[in-house]
């Protein structure tokens, strides 16, 4: 698991976990490779300012297989986050932390969602009350992690299943998408 904290103290005892693929930027089926194939969605800086402004700590937690399967580099994995980093904080948001599984399935490691690993390390670090926190993340594999570390997940439904609709998801689990992170983020707080 790697952890990147971008600071010790939360700004306060309200949090926030987001997927980064599909939730914070589009998708790639064959990786976000380096910081050329790294796409904001376009509603994903100004939700990230919104919870920023409203003392909400966001923590990323992310699956990136890439890395031990050998298809992202070290180096251009770690541009890729510092530059989403500096995007965010262009676009006046803040990320607390995040925490990244680079295993590949095969590895089966504690941390590769839908295993709640990340979540747990995170929840323990800040002292998180996972009861009153959300995941939001775009794959069954994500609400499968929250609900085993015990929060509660929303789903993003961007593109693949619809967008808002109230739904079967894959493996008879029902879900209801939201369309993108800024309007799950209004699910969850309302209008901030
Ligand atoms: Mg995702
Ligand atoms: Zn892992």
Redesign the pocket.
Known sequence: ?LTWIQSPRPRSDKFLFVDRDGVINADREDFIKNWSEYRFCPDAPEALRRLKQHGINVILIS?QSGLNRGIISWPDFWDIHLRMVQGIHQAGGDILAAFY???RPD?E????KP?P??ILAAGALFSIRMEATWFIGDRVSDLKAAESAGCRGILVARQQWGCGRRQDGPEGIEVRGFPDLASAVKGIFGDL
């Open positions: 698991m699956n599984c680079p295993h590895e490691c504690t941390c590769r295993a690993g990340m």
